[in-house]
């Protein structure tokens, strides 16, 4: 099979490798928007599609056979895009959407539905652990009554002001550090997206550890696929034979 792999996941590494190691003819397409991504294998295409009509004529031009959705779960736009792409191109869409956390016993989080709203639900003087990436930053550096530390895995291109520390670090983390990071900073609130799987859930038991309260902003909900929650059920979904 001819297989397009919407990318930049561990878990769309991962499928990439077996599809390849299987034999299937593999393109995963990165966004490109982190400076020294981890490659997978098989082939790659960098850059965005232009929009539904760029990704449909790709899929045509290509002869793809299916189109795999494994971006992060808050991708956005791209994964509004695969759906109609899919659609206009009768292409079978295959979406790999890790599972949601769940609040660990004795947790209490606070859900909401946007950047904005989590930004507005911090409590004045506040220490934020700040996990949600670039987008929508500024809502939070406007809390100037607030102490924020920044995590990202690479560096906004402008300066943070006097009340944001930026962390520059990459996944996975484990719980020890997490708490060890927590505590030094005197964090009372962390704020995540449900982004879901292992590399960067020790925050929440790390904030359950500690009683940091979590608030935590809920995933997008996309058009109509065949969704799995696995590599494994990925390639079931897809038909494919791997080894």
Known sequence: MKILILGG????????????????????????????????AGRLRMGPF????????????????????????????????AVAAAQVSGVKLV??????????????????GSLREAADALPANANVLLTAGHAGL???????????YVRVIE?????????????????????????ALMRRHGITHLVSKNSGGGQTA?????AQHLGVRVVMIERPTYGPADEVDSVDATLAALGCVTS
């Open 50 to 81: 232009g929009g539904i009509p760029g990704l449909s004529a790709y899929l045509r031009a290509a002869s793809i056979d299916c189109l795999v959705d494994a971006t992060h779960p808050y991708a956005g736009q791209i994964s509004i895009n």
């Open 95 to 112: 979406r790999l959407m890790r599972p949601a956390w769940t609040p660990l016993p004795g947790q209490n989080w606070i859900i909401v």
């Open 138 to 148: 500024d809502l939070f550096l406007e809390r100037r009554d607030c102490s924020l």
């Open 202 to 206: 020790a925050k929440l038991e790390a």
């Open 9 to 40: 996941t561990a878990e769309a590494r991962e499928l990439a490798n077996r599809l390849v190691d299987a034999g299937h003819d593999t393109i995963t397409s990165l966004a490109g928007r982190t400076g020294d991504p981890i490659l997978p």
């Open 155 to 179: 560096a906004p291109q402008t300066p943070l002001p006097v009340h944001a520390e930026l962390i520059v670090s990459r996944p996975p983390y484990r719980l020890g550090d997490e708490i």
